[in-house]
T-cell receptor, first 112, second 114 residues
Framework: GDSVTQMEGPVTLSEEAFLTINCTYT??????LFWYVQYPGEGLQLLLK?????DKGSNKGFEATYRKETTSFHLEKGSVQVSDSAVYFC???????????FGSGTKLNVKP | EAGVAQSPRYKIIEKRQSVAFWCNPI?????LYWYQQILGQGPKLLIQ????????DSQLPKDRFSAERLKGVDSTLKIQPAKLEDSAVYLC????????????FGQGTRLTVV
């Protein structure tokens, strides 16, 4: 069945460092891909998405490109801030009845 | 636009007691999801409704969990009897139809079973 695998955390970076969080997926058909973020004490909220191959989603300085050839959707940011400290979830929405599948989450800690 | 509403926000019960969670999705969203999120893990789908029909409940422990979606709108998730391992955050989400449509999440209900 469809699934998402993302790198384990926690990831600890200094402010202004470059961030990459890896995400790969397995899916039949043509899924849509998402990154959600969960700030401390808050619910999940959409960070960005991409719906077809080679699409790039972007928001708040974060980017991710839908790579069908490598079945990947890695999250990147050129310069992280302390306020980016949160848990990041990669997710896919399959063609099969619109099911959402989530990865296990990657906790990001950004130090001043 | 109002978001997904869930209640209660927190609940503490003893094992073997029963508990119910309520969710009001965003108006017009056909799909409603209930997820269980154990501390340190990603959300695990318990049940998915399309309007008021069940699309997937393969991971719902049906001996103790039940869920319904009345008139294709509000939904309740019930646990009876609760076990210690049911301690988790229960998330409700809704989504409109359409390719690439995102899921909108409520704040969740944090359940502690003691």
């Amino acid at each position: 069945g469809d699934s998402v695998t993302q790198m384990e955390g926690p990831v600890t970076l200094s402010e202004e460092a470059f961030l990459t969080i890896n995400c790969t997926y397995t899916a039949t058909g043509y899924p849509s891909l998402f990154w959600y973020v969960q700030y401390p004490g808050e619910g999940l909220q959409l960070l960005l998405k991409a719906t077809k191959a080679d699409d790039k989603g972007s928001n708040k300085g974060f980017e991710a490109t839908y790579r069908k050839e490598t079945t990947s959707f890695h999250l990147e940011k050129g310069s992280v801030q302390v306020s980016d400290s949160a848990v990041y979830f990669c997710a896919l929405r399959g063609d099969d009845f619109n099911k959402f599948y989530f990865g296990s989450g990657t906790k990001l800690n950004v130090k001043p | 636009e109002a978001g997904v509403a869930q209640s209660p926000r927190y609940k503490i019960i003893e094992k073997r007691q029963s508990v119910a969670f309520w969710c009001n999705p965003i108006s017009g969203h056909a799909t409603l999801y209930w997820y269980q999120q154990i501390l340190g893990q990603g959300p695990k789908l318990l049940i998915q409704f399309q309007n008021n029909g069940v699309v997937d409940d393969s991971q719902l422990p049906k001996d103790r969990f039940s869920a319904e979606r009345l008139k294709g709108v509000d939904s309740t998730l019930k646990i009876q009897p609760a076990k210690l391992e049911d301690s988790a955050v229960y998330l409700c989400a809704s989504s409109p139809e359409g390719r690439g449509a995102e899921a909108f999440f409520g704040q969740g209900t944090r359940l502690t079973v003691v």
